[in-house]
């Protein structure tokens, strides 16, 4: 069967934590691509503080264009309403039911992840990669991994990824502050950020103008 992984979130922005994720499953598992797929209304965000989802989009292309295995989906862009792995999954092995898929998520995550909308189905149809991260001891995720795989009788497995200590909050919280966003995310990335105004609207970039009080150096 075919081995595709997917890769879900905001992607409010994409950066190299997220690829780096993804690579590090495609490499470890032998899959034969990653699909990034950005969600159009996920229920436990608020969407106040999610940029467009177009514009998501984008970022993510750009973002995964020099990668031949990484695929760009708009799965649950294209879909109204909150958006559910669950329902997703359903949808998607109903298309391709020769392909085996494998949902790649944060370590921190398999903690809630019983009160995700119909956890029992999501690990019915998917193998789940369940990445290390800092603040989680290795340990407690191997015990939650033999938890759910014995209660659900699923396929629950540890990725291990170098620690990379970047998150889209903190992106967004430096370009609404001015500072230098640079090698958190590909170059492509950061200029589409900028040249948009996303995350500081006061700031609008120019490329040409000097920096000083309103724009700092180095953004």
């Not at 470890?28 to 467009?52: A, R, Y």
């Not at 999501?122 to 989680?136: K, N, Y």
């Amino acid at each position: 069967m075919k081995k595709t992984g997917i890769m879900g979130g905001t992607f409010n922005p994409v950066h190299y934590g997220h690829l780096l994720l993804a690579e590090n499953a495609y490499e470890q598992f032998g899959l034969d691509e990653v699909w990034f797929m950005p969600s159009n209304h996920p229920p436990h965000k608020k969407m106040t503080s999610v940029i467009d989802g177009g514009q998501r989009a984008e970022m993510v292309k750009l973002a995964i264009q020099d990668n031949p295995h990484f695929v760009f989906s708009d799965e649950e862009l294209i879909r109204k309403g909150d958006t559910y792995t669950s329902d997703t999954l359903e949808i998607l092995t109903a298309r391709e039911p020769d392909t085996r898929f494998y949902f790649i998520i944060g370590g921190d995550s398999l903690f809630q992840f019983e009160s995700w909308r119909r956890p029992e189905v999501i690990l019915r149809l998917a193998c789940v990669l369940a990445a290390e991260r800092d603040g989680v001891s290795l340990s407690r995720i191997k015990e939650q991994i033999a938890y759910l795989n014995d209660r659900y009788q699923a396929d629950v497995r540890l990725l291990l990824i170098p620690n990379i200590e970047i998150s889209s909050h903190d992106i967004r919280e430096r370009a609404e502050l001015g500072h230098s966003i640079r090698y958190l995310l590909p170059e492509p990335v950061r200029e589409y950020i900028l040249q948009n105004g996303l995350y500081s609207p006061n700031r609008p970039y120019s490329p040409n103008r000097p920096c000083g009080p309103n724009r700092p150096c180095g953004l």
